[in-house]
């Protein structure tokens, strides 16, 4: 479902509000932009679920002309070894999740669960 900055994901029992602005930031500044932009709930099992559904959810956003979902995207999770400095990323393409220094620039999308 389109708003009017934004879509919505439902499946499996989950309904996910994704920004269609994809950023490339570092990770402290794709949190902040998340918060400032409606999101919070970039959890690796919400990046995962837009994984899953890739291609349907492109196959939406192409009809109405809007960026795609693909490559790697910052989840808001800290990497378990080297907390401070890592955090995870899922590549959308796939769900492949891998972690990485806070300190590189990725893509983010808000999300938020409703």
Do not use: M
């Amino acid at each position: 479902t389109a708003e009017e900055n934004s879509f919505i994901v439902e499946a499996e029992g989950k309904k996910l509000r994704v920004s269609f602005e994809e950023k490339n930031l570092n990770w402290k500044d794709a949190q902040k932009w998340c918060k400032e932009n409606g999101g919070g709930d970039e959890s690796v099992d919400n990046l995962r679920l837009l994984a899953k559904y890739r291609e349907s959810i492109n196959n939406e956003l192409e009809a109405l002309g809007k960026e795609t979902l693909g490559g790697w995207i910052w989840s808001n999770e800290r990497a378990y070894i080297n907390p401070s400095n890592c955090a995870f990323v899922v590549f959308l393409n796939y769900g492949y999740v891998n972690f990485i220094s806070q300190s590189i620039d990725y893509y983010v999308r808000s999300v938020s669960a409703l």
